[in-house]
């Protein structure tokens, strides 16, 4: 983890999202997003052993490749190691940091478990995401962070997927991911931010949720024989 005083004001800064992202839906913030920026930034359809935890921080990425042993040895390619090298690329504290894992294609195939997994509670990061799917949703709904993904696993699945490359830029879902962005997910999907946009989109967001509230007291208001009504 990086130590430097580029990574403590990081840190400070995310403490600040994060308090800023409770009370927030993935709609307010991929609204918000989309005033900024026309590309589609979010992706839908994940679960989670808990749905009702939501999941928002800076992402570190672990890519996952076909499985080739002779090519792709265990001893270097395996989770462990390249988990380590990931979370030493945060940027931010691990209580901010979420790992997000692409799949390549796989997106029916276990990238990990609770066993594998449990090295997230040890270094206390907020969460995991994937496209692909995850095992023994179980002993996930017993650890401290969130977890989503595409479908619970039944089968292993290091004969079909290698954990390949750490920090660098992944797809999921169609969505282009790089590390040191953010992530904000719930039961309705997550959302990708780019890093200089976090706080203008928070603001959005918030301002959305304002108004949201307001075309509510308005529609409180109608009468059912108002021709007019309000704009929404």
């Given at each position: 983890?990086?130590?430097?005083?580029?990574?403590?004001?990081?840190?400070?800064?995310?403490a600040?999202?994060?308090?800023?992202?409770?009370?927030?839906?993935?709609?307010?913030?991929?609204?918000?997003?989309?005033?900024?920026?026309?590309?589609?930034?979010?992706?839908?359809?994940?679960?989670?052993?808990?749905?009702?935890?939501?999941?928002?921080?800076?992402?570190?990425?672990?890519?996952?490749?076909?499985?080739?042993?002779?090519?792709?040895?265990?001893?270097?390619?395996?989770?462990?190691?390249?988990?380590?090298?990931?979370?030493?690329?945060?940027t931010?504290?691990?209580?901010?940091?979420?790992?997000?894992?692409?799949?390549?294609?796989?997106?029916?195939?276990?990238?990990?478990?609770?066993?594998?997994?449990?090295?997230?509670?040890?270094?206390?990061?907020?969460?995991?995401?994937?496209?692909?799917?995850?095992?023994?949703?179980?002993?996930?709904?017993?650890?401290?962070?969130?977890?989503?993904?595409?479908?619970?696993?039944?089968?292993w699945?290091?004969?079909?997927?290698?954990?390949?490359?750490?920090?660098?830029?992944?797809?999921?879902?169609?969505?282009?991911?790089?590390?040191?962005?953010?992530?904000?997910?719930?039961s309705?999907?997550?959302?990708?931010?780019p890093?200089?946009?976090?706080?203008?989109?928070?603001?959005?967001?918030?301002?959305?949720?304002?108004?949201?509230?307001?075309?509510?007291?308005?529609?409180?208001?109608?009468?059912?024989?108002?021709?007019?009504?309000?704009?929404?």
């Amino acid at each position: 983890m990086e130590r430097s005083s580029g990574g403590r004001s990081h840190r400070e800064a995310d403490a600040r999202r994060a308090l800023s992202a409770e009370g927030l839906a993935c709609a307010d913030m991929t609204d918000a997003l989309r005033r900024a920026h026309g590309h589609r930034a979010h992706i839908t359809g994940l679960v989670s052993p808990v749905p009702t935890r939501r999941l928002f921080g800076r992402v570190i990425t672990i890519s996952f490749f076909p499985t080739y042993a002779e090519r792709l040895g265990p001893e270097e390619f395996n989770f462990g190691r390249l988990f380590h090298q990931a979370v030493q690329g945060a940027t931010t504290d691990p209580a901010h940091t979420v790992l997000v894992m692409a799949s390549n294609g796989y997106t029916e195939t276990s990238l990990a478990g609770g066993t594998k997994l449990s090295r997230l509670a040890n270094a206390g990061l907020a969460g995991v995401l994937t496209d692909g799917r995850l095992r023994d949703f179980d002993e996930l709904a017993e650890e401290p962070y969130a977890a989503w993904c595409s479908g619970e696993a039944v089968a292993w699945g290091g004969d079909e997927v290698t954990p390949f490359q750490a920090n660098v830029p992944i797809v999921i879902g169609g969505v282009g991911v790089y590390p040191g962005q953010y992530v904000f997910c719930d039961s309705s999907g997550a959302v990708f931010i780019p890093e200089a946009d976090i706080d203008n989109v928070l603001e959005t967001a918030h301002q959305i949720r304002r108004d949201d509230a307001s075309y509510r007291t308005g529609i409180a208001r109608e009468n059912v024989d108002d021709a007019h009504g309000t704009e929404r």
